[in-house]
Each structure stands twice: as structure tokens, then as C-alpha cells.
């Protein structure tokens, strides 16, 4: 069991280091560091309960709601059990050493940050979001929420929008 841990660790301190060396994985030319490292991706249809799944398994809300295309940008999620009675934080890469205990703010954080890359529209960026949440009621894991599949660009979207969201 410590070696498994020591390998969720490993894992999780390597896709960190792709996220600031700018490896995200997906391109098709060449294979990258990111695309070898195991992961737990949640896929499927726009508004189909995909990040509703991932609170869940966290037991909090704090993912953004919203009709349409909500989850533009990829979420890096990595649980890490703490010990009985620690308080439950969560962490962001781009805001290191800063603590959220209020997950309403952990959305609010999410929502800027995909704003930042992405503007108010309805794009889409690969670029991930790492979240890391800290907390005793978790098991050590690492899972992806990735944009909803979708059919037809809607307005304000890419024609490409489709394949776009396949290739994350």
C-alpha cells in the first residue's frame, strides 16, 4: 500500500510539473510526458452530470454550474487524504501557498481562471486547471473534468468546436 502511494505522489508532483513546463498533452505530432501519465478522465455530454460526479466523490460543492458549456477548460483534480479532524483546504498551482477554506471560492477561482484564458465566451483552451483539496474524507486520487461533448457549434463557438473537445 506505501508503494502505491508513493506512485499516486510520484504521479501527481509529475503532472504538476507538465502543467508549469506547459505539457498538456493531446498533440498528435509528438508523444508528450502528460499523455503517458495515468489518469481518470469524466467525459460525457454537455450538462450530463460530469462534474456533479467529481463533488461527489469530494463531498463538496465547488465546481461552476450553469447551463451549456460550464467546464471549458480541463480540471486537474487531485485528492489527498489527510489525517481524522485537519481541516478540509483546497490549493491551486497558478496561487501557490494560498489556502481556500471557503469552497465558494474555490468556484469563483475556477471561473475566473477559465475567464482569464478564455474570456466570457464559449471557447474552449486544453490549458488545465490544477486544483489539489486536501481533506480527510477523500481517497488519494487524480481525476480530469473535461468540457462536455457536443455535437454542433453553438453561437460564439469554432467551427472546430467539436473535434476541439475531442482532442483534450
Known amino acids: 500500500m506505501a508503494a502505491m502511494e508513493g506512485l499516486i505522489g510520484l504521479v501527481n508532483a509529475l503532472q ?4 508549469k513546463l506547459g505539457d498538456f498533452g493531446g498533440d498528435a505530432s509528438l508523444p508528450t510526458l502528460w499523455d503517458s501519465l495515468p489518469s481518470v478522465a469524466v467525459v460525457g455530454g454537455q450538462s450530463s452530470g460530469k462534474s456533479s460526479v467529481l463533488e461527489s466523490i469530494v463531498g463538496r460543492d465547488f465546481l461552476p454550474r450553469g447551463s451549456g458549456i460550464v467546464t471549458r477548460r480541463p480540471l486537474v483534480l487531485q485528492l489527498y487524504k489527510t489525517k481524522q479532524g485537519e ?3 483546497a490549493e491551486f498551482l497558478h496561487l501557490p501557498n494560498r489556502r481556500f477554506t471557503d469552497f465558494s471560492l474555490v468556484r469563483k477561482e475556477i471561473q475566473d481562471e477559465t475567464d482569464k484564458i478564455t474570456g466570457k465566451s464559449k471557447q474552449i483552451s486544453p490549458v488545465p486547471i490544477q486544483l489539489s483539496i486536501y481533506s480527510p474524507n477523500v481517497v488519494n486520487l487524480t481525476m480530469i473534468d473535461l468540457p462536455g461533448l457536443t455535437k454542433v457549434a453553438v453561437e460564439g463557438q469554432p467551427e472546430s468546436i467539436v473535434q476541439d473537445i475531442e482532442n483534450l
Request: aromatic fraction near 14%; hydrophobic fraction near 15%; charged fraction near 30%.
Open 16 to 19: 504538476k510539473a507538465c502543467t
Open 87 to 89: 481541516q478540509e483546504y
